[in-house]
């Protein structure tokens, strides 16, 4: 018997920020969700695109031609190789899409860098 | 200036159920929401698995192996290959994720088979 994911009840099991949690599988992309708050390690994904959908609260990416503040129901897709920096001073619950090989620093690894963890 | 795909404010513009608009490309996937309402054509995808993500409303997909009803913030996806019939009796708005060539009716073309349509 299929069972749906629910989204929100997987958010409710992450404490801690910038850790995604793969919730799904389409093809070799991860549907991934991640609690995000505070400024985020600039970088990109010279090999693909990446899509940030925001479930609830508020957050940023800063781009170089500018920002772009997302919020509930609202999505914006990193062009490839395009340098970011998500930031959300307030806190958010974010839906990312992305193939299951990419590193959510990408060409940046740092402290927040994560290993990639399936629910 | 890079602006934020607001779902609902394209659902708004949508009044036929079962006519996927194109909102946003990750790589070479289409991200489309769709009005559901009533009951789709059965089908299947040979060559890719489907998301689906519902925005609102109730969606239930009919599957061989029984039905899955997601409510907002629940997804599912269809495996490749895999018989599904969505069925919404009283309607949903619902986040579709495939590869940008998938038809929405995939290997059963009926009178609900809609073109491609980038918003």
Known sequence: M???V??????????QPWQPRTVALLNDYDL???????EFTRHSHPETDEVFLVLSGSLTI???DGDVT?????????PK????QPYSPDGAEVLLIEPS???????????LTAERRVV
């Open 32 to 38: 991934r969700v991640v609690r995000t708050h505070g």
């Open 6 to 15: 629910d989204l929100a009840a997987v958010l409710a099991g992450i404490t």
């Open 101 to 111: 090989a990419t590193v959510n620093t990408g060409d940046t690894p740092s402290e």
């Open 62 to 64: 800063r781009l170089d």
């Open 81 to 84: 190789g395009t340098p970011h």
């Open 70 to 78: 997302l919020g509930p129901g609202q999505l914006h897709v990193v």
């Open 2 to 4: 299929p069972t749906p």
